[in-house]
């Protein structure tokens, strides 16, 4: 689990970005950081678990690239 104090200074980046574009970029960089579990990353981004394959089929509509099960960034 990463320090939430370190997240302090990544928040001053996202000042300014539409909120929508913030979850996107947050959903799809955790689905990647843990190889695609959608269990994981809803309960790790708060989302919940019936919202976030609706999140992740209007992403793909929107043209963005989705991670691939079994393969973390790690």
């Known amino acids: 689990m990463r320090n ?3 997240g302090l200074a990544v928040v001053e980046h996202l ?4 909120v929508a574009d ?4 947050l959903i799809l960089a955790t689905l990647r950081d843990i190889g ?3 269990t994981s990353a ?3 981004t708060g989302i919940a678990i019936r919202t ?3 999140n ?3 992403y793909a509509a929107q043209g963005c690239e989705m991670p691939d099960s079994g393969q973390a960034a790690h």
């Open 4 to 6: 939430p104090a370190s």
């Open 15 to 18: 000042v300014g970005l539409p």
């Open 22 to 25: 913030v979850e996107r970029n």
């Open 36 to 38: 695609a579990d959608r």
């Open 42 to 44: 809803a309960s790790m």
């Open 52 to 54: 976030l394959p609706n």
């Open 56 to 58: 992740m089929r209007a």
